[in-house]
């Protein structure tokens, strides 16, 4: 009973005029059926636990940055495909903005959660072509901020995991034709956190630190 309003619209118009029915537009629908899987897993669960932080430590006007912190990231992919990682922060609007840092920071800082209206802090996730590995050979990162279209040239600096930019990796360096089909990656996930300045938080109460994110794989 539902669909009978369309139905009926669908038969008024098709009875009108035909100068009333030229009008029309289309649907494109795309997408990717891929042979091959790909997943991500961290050793000992992706737990990052900074354990019970004095709020007398806490900087008065400037965010007090943590001891950084490694997960040991990997990808195994059921044959060889061509893939990159991003970033989904479960905590999206409660990040603070880094202290003297410019728009690509602020864009890939993830949130540690809120205390009511207050923001506690932020973090950043990289990736470590330098302790990394595909297929058992070096890996060298390059990232995209435009979907794919174009690409970093490949090389074996740090690169942010973000929810707005996907780094992928290849055998080579120097050059900006995007990832390799890889089965197998390995690397270091760098995570530095900061906590806002004591002078935007209330530090009347024990607050949870509370940073949530998912790595994402997504198929070229």
């Known amino acids: 009973?539902?669909?009978?309003?369309?139905?009926?619209?669908?038969?008024?118009?098709?009875?009108?005029?035909?100068?009333?029915?030229?009008?029309?537009?289309?649907?494109?629908?795309?997408?990717?059926?891929?042979?091959?899987?790909?997943?991500?897993?961290?050793?000992?669960?992706?737990?990052?636990?900074?354990?019970?932080?004095?709020?007398?430590?806490?900087?008065?006007?400037?965010?007090?940055?943590?001891?950084?912190?490694?997960?040991?990231?990997?990808?195994?992919?059921?044959?060889?495909?061509?893939?990159?990682?991003?970033?989904?922060?479960?905590?999206?609007?409660?990040?603070?903005?880094?202290?003297?840092?410019?728009?690509?920071?602020?864009?890939?800082?993830?949130?540690?959660?809120?205390?009511?209206?207050?923001?506690?802090?932020?973090?950043?996730l990289d990736i470590e072509p330098a302790n990394a590995q595909i297929d058992g050979a070096t890996a060298y990162a390059t990232y995209t901020q435009d979907q794919g279209l174009t690409w970093s040239n490949t090389a074996d600096a740090v690169h942010p995991i973000s929810p707005l930019e996907l780094v992928g990796f290849s055998f080579n360096a120097g050059h900006s034709a995007g990832p390799d089909p890889v089965t197998h990656l390995a690397s270091a996930l760098r995570i530095s956190a900061h906590v806002a300045p004591a002078q935007e938080l209330s530090l009347t109460d024990e607050v949870a630190l509370d940073g949530s994110a998912v790595i994402e794989v997504v198929y070229l």
């Open 1 to 124: 009973m539902k669909f009978a309003p369309t139905l009926i619209a669908a038969a008024v118009i098709s009875a009108m005029p035909t100068a009333f029915a030229q009008s029309t537009t289309d649907i494109s629908v795309t997408g990717t059926i891929t042979p091959a899987a790909c997943r991500p897993t961290f050793v000992g669960g992706g737990v990052v636990d900074f354990g019970r932080i004095a709020s007398h430590d806490l900087e008065e006007d400037a965010h007090t940055p943590l001891p950084e912190k490694a997960l040991a990231l990997t990808v195994v992919c059921d044959g060889p495909t061509r893939f990159a990682l991003r970033s989904v922060d479960n905590r999206e609007g409660s990040a603070t903005w880094p202290s003297g840092a410019g728009a690509r920071a602020a864009y890939r800082a993830h949130g540690l959660g809120m205390s009511g209206e207050e923001k506690l802090g932020h973090y950043l």
